[in-house]
């Protein structure tokens, strides 16, 4: 058997009173996208940082490829194929949004000549082919502090994505963006991610988005996952309903 | 090439004549370049967004390692030059792996202590380092020529303006380069930084070497330019000069590092001839209308010119930080 690309066990943290994550277990198997919901504050970001490194849990572990990286800084997580995309975005402010693209390249190549210029690294047009993916090519050139909270988003995600993961962390990637846009960029985006052999994991506040796009779907409450399946199963199931889906649409 | 690069470049030929025909000018221009290069040591980690105050250390290290060859049998210029170069260098990577954990006013301060530390060792060890006398440093040989005064001076002089030169040239193309630009997102966002796999840590040492040799091939030419060394190069003032020309400058622009330099030369030369009592304040005035008025200093107010005047033909990548502030 493989190992999953992603397991998660036991973990628990706590931020004084409040358990961000009480045992949380959890495998990710490559080639399914993964949606995660659940009610604010119930600990969706918390498990994403404590899978790429950035919170180290007060108990459990978690294993990306079979390797425990639970103790590894998130640099070192990144490095072996996981990228991630933040509910905040989280960008070059004063650089443009090619630029923030070829930056992740000079990053993910290690490239160390101090003469070679930025902007001339051959990976140009495969960014240009990401923006144009997230639907941004008309903003390449401007700079990203001067964009909206949406094409900030989304270029955070073409950032992510230039990384090449294995495993693609998205939080809450089309908030921000308008309802007509989201379901054709997840449209292109999840055909895209498919085609690069990238797993996808996202939390999503929209079951829309969630019933076309996601293949699993796991229901996290008050640090705990409380159910998993099918974008079928879990959308009818009544707690789902009382306690997810309820909230989002009130 | 466009016409916003002409008179910059202009300038810099015009350099070429001075000592033909201002020969008093040309010790002068001599130091002023020299402060140059030190000076895009600190330009260099402003955009990382961190502030030394403490880079006279690597400054006055190379001028003492250079004063310290010059008095063995090995007083070739070309030498000083490597090995001062070599001593700021790897003083820079050893003070650097400490100092790169720390960001802001911590940063800042903790390179202030270290130059502190350096300078007291200068001035207590008096039979190594001549106390507050310092050393003298003899003139080098140059590639084992022996000059006199005044050729050695025109050669120094020549010297630093192609060394000013190259080495502005490099460090572009260094802010330019992949790990230059990886550099300057440390200004702006160290965790997007880690998420793309790469340590803040690291990167911003990579730079703080560059700028500790920048500084120390500044602090070579002066010694050299003056013939003695004392504990006032790596002294704390010396370290907020080059802040003070950085910022007056234009705050991270290598161009400016260099206008800024020559600026403040001039204006304290002349300053201190007619106005000996008050060139301080005349420098602290001048400061003070560059932070309120032009924050972008000498650079900022040129760039702002030349787009006004060739508004005809806006720059395409106005937007990018990287085109406007070289
Ligand atoms: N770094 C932190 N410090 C303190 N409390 C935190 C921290 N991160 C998350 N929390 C708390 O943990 C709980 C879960 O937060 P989070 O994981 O952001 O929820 P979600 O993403 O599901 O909305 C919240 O109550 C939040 O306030
Ligand atoms: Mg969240």
Known sequence: MTDPLLEARGLEIRFGGVVAADGVNLTIDEGKNLAIIGPNGAGKTTFLNICTGWLKPSKGQVFFRGEDVTRLPPRKIVQRGVARAFQIPQLFGEHTAMENLMIAVSAREGRQSPLLQMQSQPERSE??????????????????????????????????LALKPRLLLMDEPTSGVASSEKFEIMDILVKALA?????????????????????????????????????AEILAHPDVIRDVIGEETA | MSTRHFLPLLALLLLLFVPMAAPGLQILLTLALAKAIAVMGVTLLLRAGQVSFGHALFFGISAYAAAFIAA??????????IAG??????????????????????????NLAFSMIFWSILEKFYHYTGGADGLRLPRPTVLGLSLDRAPFELLLFYLTLALTIGLGWFTLRFLGSPIGQLFQTVKTNETRLEYLGVSARTTLLKGYVLSAALCGIGGILVATA?????????????????????????????????????????????AAAFAADIWQLVLGVFLLVVILFAPGGLAGIYTAIANRLSRRDPSPTAHSPNEARQ
Not at chain 1, 197 to 220: K, L, P, R, S
Not at chain 2, 72 to 78: I, M, N, R
Not at chain 2, 233 to 258: D, N, Q
Request: with cysteine; aromatic share 8%.
């Open chain 2, 85 to 110: 170069t070599a001593g700021a260098a790897l003083s820079g990577l050893l003070v650097g792996l400490f100092v790169v954990r720390y960001r802001g006013i911590f940063f800042g301060m903790l």
């Open chain 2, 226 to 270: 003056q013939g003695i060394v004392t504990p006032s190069y790596a002294y704390w003032i010396r370290s907020g000069e080059m802040v003070f020309i950085a910022v007056l400058g234009g705050a991270g622009s290598i161009p400016g590092a260099v206008a800024g330099a020559l600026a403040y030369e001039i204006v304290r030369a002349y």
């Open chain 1, 195 to 231: 085609q690069a052999d990238v797993t996808a994991v996202f939390v999503e506040h929209d079951m829309g988005i969630v019933e076309n796009y996601a293949d699993e779907v796991a229901v996290w409450n008050s640090g705990e996952v409380q159910m998993r399946g099918t974008p």
């Open chain 1, 127 to 160: 960014m240009q082919d990401l923006l144009e993916l997230v639907g941004c090519t008309d903003v390449a050139d401007a700079r990203v502090d001067e964009l909206s909270e949406g094409q900030r988003k989304l270029i955070d995600i073409a950032v992510a």
């Open chain 2, 72 to 81: 063995t049998s090995l007083d070739d210029l070309v030498l000083l030059l």
